[in-house]
Nanobody
Framework: QVQLVESGGGTVSPGGSLQVSCTAS????????MAWFRQPLGQDRELVAL??????????ADSVKGRFSISRGDAKNKNTIYLQMDSLKPEDTAVYYC??????????????WGPGVQVTVSS
């Protein structure tokens, strides 16, 4: 069973930057296709960005394209992913979660959700 632990987050002013990270631990030797999701207060959870096992394929929600960047850790930390968030806006405020997904073309989350991290963009 995959376990997910997110870290980072915090409060930043509009236009600022923040990075969140996530480590998935599960079956040894397996690299997971992973994604970041977010859930603003009172709203549904939405997909933000995803990354292939190799890291060569990424995709982003239109609302974050050009501002957010998803990446993977090095060879020893393949199941650690990062989300670099630049030019943050108040509407980016949400709890951010990572998950393992079925595939790049099928971004359904398949693991139990971790606790997530709060990102607040406020002046």
């Amino acid at each position: 069973q995959v376990q997910l632990v997110e870290s980072g987050g915090g409060t930043v002013s509009p236009g600022g930057s923040l990075q969140v990270s996530c480590t998935a631990s599960g079956e040894l030797g397996i690299t997971y296709t992973m994604a970041w999701f977010r859930q603003p207060l009172g709203q549904d959870r939405e997909l933000v960005a995803l990354i292939s096992r190799s890291g060569s394929i990424t995709n982003y929600a239109d609302s974050v394209k050009g501002r957010f960047s998803i990446s993977r850790g090095d060879a020893k930390n393949k199941n650690t992913i990062y989300l670099q968030m630049d030019s943050l806006k108040p509407e980016d405020t949400a709890v951010y979660y990572c998950n393992v997904i079925e595939a790049i073309r099928d971004p359904r989350p398949i693991a139990s959700w971790g606790p997530g991290v709060q990102v607040t963009v406020s002046s």
